[in-house]
């Protein structure tokens, strides 16, 4: 049976997810609380895997946790931190505990997190990784080997719809829907004239596009992130509105809701990152709503 | 050619330690170019663990320190100066410093770090374009290394975190698959991007890799 994202996504209804970080100890406490908190406002929470490199627990434990919690998760798995024995065993694991939604990314550079000395792997790269999802839900490994029992995955992908040259980047888009992607769940936007151009090369190729809203407290952590996070990059009008504006987090919340709203003539969702601040999905999805 | 540098001299006195008697081994080809075991270096490094107050018993530079037999050779016919030794210290790439380690009995202490196969900029500058994968894709991909240049060694297109053309690994660097569409765009060849390339099979990077030509 499809996730519910890949019914309300084939419905042309628009989704709305957000995303919660497994724990880095083992007390799912705090998760927990994360996820009932957005859960009731969002179709799907994502789970990351180590995101920023930055140890963490796995997402297979994490996710399926939400599904006994009655939470749709979409399990993100990197190509960084598992050979391809590796990933498919954890998505045979996600696929026999119930968790069918796989953001399929390549991984953050291992030495922007906490294990720096680390040997990252990269066997596969997002490509493969679809490729093979592909090929487990029909039936067999990535190497034609037949399952006892094939899976039902819905698979998506990463894009960056503002980042420059983006010619450079359309083979590997075409490649991620070509090997399965469903729906694109993008870097954060800030232009929605550009979210637009992307769209336009992106839906005649059929797969959805669920824009990243970034939610912003301030000009300093936006300049945080420009300085260390891959493939975000806050523009200077925006830092500059945070900067004047006499309330930031308000502000930042302000930016955030207009873009959301301008999300809904263009694309099929909205994936909002609030950076930990979990209250804010609520009012945000209320805002647009 | 290999490109290493040499070990900070407290590193090799620390590996030196329990020994007054050294012979150093420099090479001629690669640990010359890159300045970690030439003749110079060679004769800098005696002068160092003479004033560290070691004894150096004799030094050489052999032609290609990775040849097996040709060091054996040349360490042979300074028998006497090897022989009196603790330790033999070689300063040259990682397969020379095991062909010294080969040839005799001796402690051999390594006195570099053997850093990668180089392009040469120019003089004392120089690039990684080769990981000898074993299985050349450079027809592909317009004579830019994927396996090599990108620095998570990706197969299929850029990751998320390039940026204006930037790697998000060392932003300094240009961004491999970038620069490959730009050549394929130029060649006209740019739609071959649009077909994955199948995962890589590490067979061909098996270890220790070994090869007889026929005769």
């Known amino acids: 049976m499809p996730t519910r994202l890949a019914r309300k996504l084939a419905a042309d209804e628009f989704v709305i997810t957000a995303e919660v970080a497994p724990p880095h100890g083992c007390d799912l406490s705090a998760f927990l609380r994360s996820a009932t908190c957005v859960a009731p406002h969002v179709d799907a929470v994502n789970v990351t895997d180590n995101q920023g490199a930055n140890m963490r627990m796995t997402p297979l434990a994490a996710a399926a946790l939400l599904v006994r919690e009655g939470i749709e998760p979409i399990m993100q798995l990197t190509c960084r931190d598992r050979n391809r024995l590796g990933l498919q065993s954890e998505l045979l694991g996600a ?11 390549t991984g953050d550079d291992i030495g922007c997190g906490d294990h720096r000395q680390g040997r990252a792997v990269f066997d596969l790269d997002s ?36 980042v420059e040259p983006f010619v450079a980047t359309r083979p590997k888009l075409i490649k991620k829907v070509a090997a399965g992607a469903g729906f694109f769940q993008t870097q954060a936007v800030f232009s929605s004239a550009k979210l637009a151009t992307f ?34 990059n806050v523009p200077d009008v925006v830092i500059e509105r945070l900067r004047t504006a006499s309330d930031p987090a308000a502000e930042g919340v302000a930016i955030a809701t207009e873009m959301a709203v301008s999300c809904r003539d263009i694309s099929a969702g909205i994936h909002l990152m609030t950076m930990g601040h979990d209250q804010l999905v609520p009012r945000i999805v209320a805002a647009i709503s | 050619m290999i490109v290493s540098t040499q070990k900070n001299i407290d590193q090799i006195l620390t ?13 001629a080809k690669c640990a010359t170019v890159c300045k970690s075991g030439g003749e110079e270096e060679v004769f800098g490094m005696q002068e160092e663990l003479t004033v560290a107050g070691k004894e150096v018993t004799g030094t050489i530079v052999i032609d290609e320190a990775c040849h097996i037999l040709r060091t054996g050779r040349d360490l042979r016919s300074r028998r006497e100066q090897v022989d009196l030794a603790d330790f033999l210290l070689v300063l040259s790439c990682g397969a020379g410093i095991q062909s010294v380690a080969e040839a005799c009995d001796k402690k051999v202490v390594a006195g570099t770090d053997s850093r990668f196969l180089g ?3 120019r003089f004392g500058q120089f690039e990684q374009r080769c990981s000898l994968c074993g299985d050349c894709r450079l027809n592909e991909t317009g004579g830019v290394c994927p396996v090599t240049v990108c620095a998570k060694g990706l197969l299929n297109g850029p990751c998320g975190g390039m940026q204006d053309g930037s790697c998000e690994v060392e932003t300094d660097n240009r961004c491999a698959w970038v620069t490959i569409y730009e050549r394929l765009e130029r060649q006209q060849r740019s739609g071959q991007l649009d077909i994955a390339t199948p995962a890589r099979d590490y067979i061909h990077e098996a270890h220790p890799g070994s090869l007889k030509l026929e005769k």
């Open chain 1, 95 to 105: 696929a026999s505990l119930g968790v069918h939604n796989i953001l399929a990314l």
């Open chain 1, 127 to 162: 490509v493969l990784l679809l490729q093979t999802i592909a090929a487990m839900n029909a039936g067999q490994d990535m190497n034609g080997t037949v399952l006892s029992g094939a899976t039902s995955f819905f698979a998506g992908a990463a894009a960056a719809p503002e």
């Open chain 1, 199 to 232: 769209c336009a090369v992106v839906k005649p190729l059929g797969c959805a596009v669920i824009a990243g809203i970034l939610v912003l407290r301030s000009a300093k952590m936006a300049e945080f992130i420009n300085r260390n996070i891959p493939g975000l």
């Open chain 2, 15 to 27: 590996a030196l330690d329990g020994g007054s008697r050294v012979f150093i081994v420099g090479c």
């Open chain 2, 119 to 121: 392009n040469i900029r």
